[in-house]
């Protein structure tokens, strides 16, 4: 569990650095200085927003969001390099995926340029909270909503498009492993719904699940298809890959899976390896036959998983330095911190801190 807010605080005073103590950063919510604002009228588009103060927002308890579900969250990080670089990494994916989100629940969007511009500003506003190299990243929430009342039917005729940012540590910090419930009963996505895009609805229905397996003593939780309950699907929030001699699978994108970025980055990152990587459907017994398993996202990176139990079997793979996971996490790393040359185009740096 992430200290609280009030146990990171620390009196050390630095120009560039807010004061926190950054070898107790977990992955939790911490307030920062500021975020981003846009609204959009129904019938318009997106203007460009303004940084303000991060405050709480006020709204109307008839709002569609509220009352509705409608709304989208994505979630991407920025860097900061060793030589004093602030970098972004494919952030103009997020900002589609975005559009593609509004898209299927009927929300006006920013471009993507207007996405990435929002990115970069609360990035800079909050320069002093992006934590120093190897401690952590500034985890980046935009978020768009309909924040208009509206009761019964369309249109909603406003819409909130914010951006928030705060420091966090790795997510999972286990270096053995990630210990995973296969889900039997729950369904995380069904066919046709919201499971290929951030809907805020995708969320909360299977917290159930993910608080139970943690009370188990389980890492996350592998969620099946709805379809037949046959195949893997994801878990609570990231992907997974299956490794098996030379050929790595992944769960195909058929609207019931998140189109992860790092899983996207992933999969090519694999292919340049020598590897054949299969996008196609997942028997458990294909997993359960694995010899390496790991999962990917923003917040979990790529991490290994050391073993899951299905129907109260457990299945172990392998784990270590040895890894595909393991080599694919330090390639992927790398890139994202500026230690070697982005030959792929993915980074973005968008401002350079000197060193005090």
């Given at each position: 569990m992430?200290?609280s807010?009030?146990s ?12 926190v103590?950054?070898e107790?950063?977990g ?5 920062t200085?500021n975020?981003y604002?846009?609204?959009?009228k ?6 460009e927003?303004?940084?303000?103060p991060?405050a709480d927002f006020q ?6 969001v509220?009352?509705?579900g ?13 030589d004093g670089?602030?970098m972004?990494?494919r952030?103009d ?7 593609s989100?509004?898209h ?5 969007y920013?471009s993507v340029?207007q996405f990435?511009s929002a990115v970069?500003?609360?990035?800079l506003?909050?320069k002093?909270w992006i934590p120093?190299?190897g401690?952590?990243?500034l985890?980046i929430?935009p978020?768009l909503f ?6 019964g039917s369309l249109?909603?005729?406003?819409y909130t498009?914010?951006v928030?940012?705060c420091?966090?540590g790795?997510?999972h ?8 419930k296969i889900e ?5 996505a069904?066919s046709?719904?919201?499971?290929g ?5 995708n969320?909360?229905p299977v917290?159930?699940t993910?608080a ?6 389980f890492?996350?939780?592998l969620?099946?298809?709805a379809?037949?309950?046959?195949n893997?699907e994801e878990?609570?929030a990231?992907?997974v890959?299956?490794?098996k001699g030379?050929?790595?699978?992944t769960?195909e994108?058929?609207?019931t ?10 999969i090519e990152?694999?292919r ?5 990587v299969e996008e196609?459907?997942v028997?458990?017994e294909d997993?359960l036959?694995?010899?390496e398993?790991?999962?990917t ?6 991490t ?5 139990t299905?129907k109260?079997?457990k299945t172990g ?7 595909l996971?393991a080599?694919l996490f330090a390639?992927?790393?790398d890139?994202?911190m500026?230690?070697v ?6 980074t973005?740096?968008?401002d ?5």
């Open positions: 992430a200290p807010a009030q990171l605080l620390t009196s050390v005073s630095d120009e560039k650095y807010a004061n103590k950054w107790e950063l992955f939790g919510f911490y307030s200085d975020m604002v846009a609204k959009c129904h019938g318009e588009s997106f203007q927003g303004n940084i303000v991060y709204i109307s308890p008839c709002s569609a509220l009352n509705y409608q709304g989208l969250y994505e979630g991407l990080k920025a860097y900061r390099t060793e670089r602030i972004l990494f952030p994916q997020n900002g589609l995926r975005l559009q989100g509004a299927r629940l009927c929300m006006p920013p340029d990435v970069k500003q609360v990035v506003a909050n002093k120093p190299p401690r952590g990243t985890y929430r978020i309909g924040s208009g009342p509206i009761l249109p909603v005729p406003e498009f914010t928030f940012a420091p966090v790795r997510f910090k286990d270096n053995a492993g990630l210990n995973l039997d009963k729950f369904r995380r069904f046709s719904g919201t499971g895009v951030k809907s805020i609805t969320y909360s917290w159930i993910l139970e397996a943690k009370a188990q003593g890492s996350d939780v969620f099946l298809d379809a037949t309950g046959k893997v878990l609570f990231s992907n890959f299956i490794v030379n050929i790595v699978s769960p994108i058929s609207g899976i998140l189109p992860g970025v790092t899983r996207k980055s992933i990152l694999t340049d390896f020598g590897y054949k196609r459907v028997p458990v997993l036959d694995a010899e398993v790991f999962c996202g923003t917040a979990a990176i790529v290994t998983i050391a073993s899951v299905f109260d079997k793979f392998k784990t270590g330095d040895k890894t996971a080599k390639t992927l790393t890139i994202q500026g230690r040359e982005d030959k792929k185009g993915w973005v740096e968008i350079r801190c000197h060193q005090g």
